[in-house]
């Protein structure tokens, strides 16, 4: 495997930032007016990047430039430093997985035909890779085989802002691999558990229903699977504000959340189920035994143990 996600997002330039050309701008005599490598600064931006950028020179000349032609003057100065891809060349980094497991409706146990197999966890980069000027992608993917993996950092910053796909795995009842050092994690993954997880799921079910009521009203439909997911979602955070723990099988609502995948049931009863939910959800917050925030100090403490075991040729 050799696939890794690091790209930003592809945004349109505002007007006056400024740019260097990556191609020679040549006038109506055929000369060049501005080699390759040029200064210049953005007087107007296209809607979107199927249309040029209008950049004015020093000289006060101006030049309509595709976005491929062009890149900012910050980003040129830069240069290779920061640029995960470069770092990653020649690395298999999917070789240093230590932790992998499956998510999704394979370890919910809500599986039907047209499941497929969801396989997360973390990857601990060498460290002189990490140290070097280039630095380690965030995440690590393969969309052929559904696999993505975070780097062991990020993937404890997640777990502590109570992030549910990154708290499943710690609690997936599928693990396929891990080492010493993450078992070691497996064994402490209550202290990621807080009262966050109230906030982080209560409100992402919540803005998703609003877009879904949304999609009713002007369309008609949702996607059942996403509506299936969210009620799932609630279940599971009022088990884990109750019980201290994170129930990725939902054996007990099965049939009920299979239901409402299919679309068998109507808008108006789901509706109302989330809302019950919602009111169990209050309930378990105000009982939770839960801290108010995660043990912070413990998990920089095995993020610091994984760096120096990382300076060391065998996996840990």
Known sequence: ???????????????????????????????????????????????????AYRIRFPDGVEESLASGDLTTLAKFKEGDIGDTRLAAKGSELFDRVIFQCIIGSQAYGLVDDASDIDRRGFYLPPADLHWSLYG?????????????????????????????????????????????????????????????????????????????????????????????????????????????????????????????????????????WRLSLHAEFDDALKQTGLPERPDHERANAYLLKARRLATQEKLP
């Open 1 to 51: 495997m050799t696939a890794f996600h690091s790209e930003s997002p592809i945004f349109i330039l505002p007007t006056g930032t400024q740019v260097v050309t990556l191609r020679e701008i040549v006038g109506p005599n055929g000369r060049t007016q501005h080699p390759r490598g040029a200064v210049g600064v953005v007087v107007k931006s296209p809607t979107d990047l199927d249309h």
């Open 136 to 272: 380690v992608p965030e995440q690590l993917e393969c969309h052929e085989t559904q696999e993505a993996y975070w780097e062991i950092q990020k993937f404890l910053v997640l777990a502590l802002k109570a992030n549910p796909n990154v708290l499943e795995c710690l609690y997936s009842p599928l693990v396929e691999k891990a080492t010493p050092l993450a078992e070691e994690l497996l064994a402490m993954r209550e202290i990621f558990l807080s009262r966050l997880v109230y906030q982080t799921y209560n409100g992402y079910v919540m803005s998703q229903f609003k877009k879904m009521q949304a999609d009713i009203r002007n369309q008609g439909q949702v996607k059942w699977k996403h509506v299936m997911h969210l009620i799932r979602l609630l279940i599971s955070g009022i088990s884990v504000l109750r019980d201290g723990f994170v129930p990725v099988r939902v054996d007990e609502h099965k049939n009920q959340l299979l239901a409402i995948k299919r679309g068998e049931v109507p808008w108006e009863e789901t509706e109302k």
